[in-house]
């Protein structure tokens, strides 16, 4: 919470409020015909990815002793707020481009998936942002990522699904832009701190992460659903695995580090959630597993050791190597089942390359630019 109390009682609730006023009166315009449609994704499947963002990110947060009921909290407050914001500009974008208008279900759901964006991005700054600056943050965040996805659907002709999955890559680098321009904390301070319990709370989160990821990757594909889930599934199971192997290989008393299965059983799930709906046998997506895992576990060395020092960010959750570089393997690994599958095409190959990797540095590059720049 804010150091000031006064400041906070004076600014927050307002903002909330004026946020809210707004919402009210734009859902009234934009939103009064949601009857009539049929949605396309059952209950059920939104209530996975709801769970997931709610309770799943809200205990993964917990890790630092003094920011336990903030990250849950908090984490409410800015999926609440993030879920209204990402419907208006979604219906801003139908009401311009003069677009067909999806069932409300649906909306709702690309609304939650893309608030997991925010929330990532919420493990780089949590313990060095108060409430307001977490409030604007979001909002931003949200109309930049929507705006991201809309360059890469039009422009670089993106199927809409696929470039949901940059949720991942956009929310860690624009997390991590934000979080360079706060001082970091001492290693010995309270605020960079854990206790036994609030690692156990995180771990919990983790756990919700892991159950619910495989209809986070099949909730929005438009066919080969029962495909997304199955290799998801066999995805997280090897990363799990190879992440208590590592974890076992690189430590001196040759333990489990709590640290290492937090970050790493999740990385396969970021990995393959851009060719889950595509990929023909489950090895294909064990082995994208097993690489996400090692990818997140020896980057963590790494990052932590040689990079962050070097660009004094400071990383609270580590979400660069537990979002941010499975995600970029998975881009690639999608690039790379898409000239495999292409083979015989030659001539068009070289175009679907060019547009898939431009997707994915474009979305980086405007995750690191109006990350700074909100930092």
């Not at 015909?33 to 947060?61: C, E, K, R, W």
């Not at 990402?86 to 067909?100: A, D, H, I, P, T």
């Not at 290492?260 to 046998?281: D, W």
Request: charged residues 10%.
């Amino acid at each position: 919470m804010s150091s000031n109390y006064r400041n906070f009682r004076n600014n927050v609730p307002w903002l909330i409020l004026f946020l809210e006023a707004i919402f009210i009166v734009l859902f009234y315009f934009l939103f009064s015909d949601d009857g009539a449609f049929t949605s396309s994704i059952s209950y059920p499947a939104f209530q996975d990815v709801n769970h997931m963002v709610i309770f799943g990110f809200g205990f993964f947060l917990t890790f630092l002793k003094r920011y336990g009921f903030s990250s849950t909290g908090f984490n409410l407050l800015i999926v609440v707020l993030g879920v209204q914001c990402s419907m208006l500009v979604e219906g801003l974008l139908v009401f311009f481009l003069q677009r067909e208008n999806e069932d409300g279900l649906k909306r709702i759901t690309k609304a939650v998936v893309s608030i997991t964006a925010v929330v990532i991005s919420t493990g780089a700054v949590l313990g060095k942002t108060n409430p307001l600056q977490f409030i604007l943050m979001t909002v931003v965040e949200i109309i930049v990522f929507r705006m991201s996805r809309w360059i890469n659907n039009r422009f670089l002709q993106v199927p809409d699904n696929i470039s949901m999955m940059h949720v991942h890559l956009f929310g860690a680098y624009f997390g991590l832009a934000v979080s360079s321009r706060f001082s970091e904390p001492s290693p010995r301070s309270e605020k960079n701190a854990s206790t036994p319990k609030s690692d156990l709370l995180s771990m919990l989160g983790t756990l919700f992460l892991w159950v619910f990821w495989p209809s986070f990757n099949s909730v929005l594909a438009v066919k080969d659903k029962s495909k997304a889930i199955y290799n998801t599934y066999f995805a997280l199971a090897v990363s799990a695995v190879t992440a208590f192997v590592l974890s076992v290989l690189t430590t001196k008393d040759g333990k489990f580090r709590m640290t290492h299965i937090h970050s790493a059983v999740l990385a396969g799930g970021v990995t393959v959630g851009y060719a889950a709906h595509s990929i023909k046998y489950p090895w294909i997506a064990m082995i994208l597993g097993l690489l996400a895992s090692v990818v997140t576990i020896l980057g963590s060395y790494c990052l932590q050791r040689c990079l962050n020092p070097a660009l004094k960010i400071h990383d609270s959750s580590g979400v660069h190597f537990t979002f941010g570089l499975p995600g970029v393997l998975g881009a690639l690994a999608q690039v790379i089942l898409l000239v495999i599958k292409n083979w015989t095409n030659l001539t068009r190959l070289g175009y679907l390359v060019m547009l898939h990797v431009g997707a994915f540095c474009l979305t980086i590059s405007v995750a690191l630019i109006t990350g700074f720049i909100t930092g």
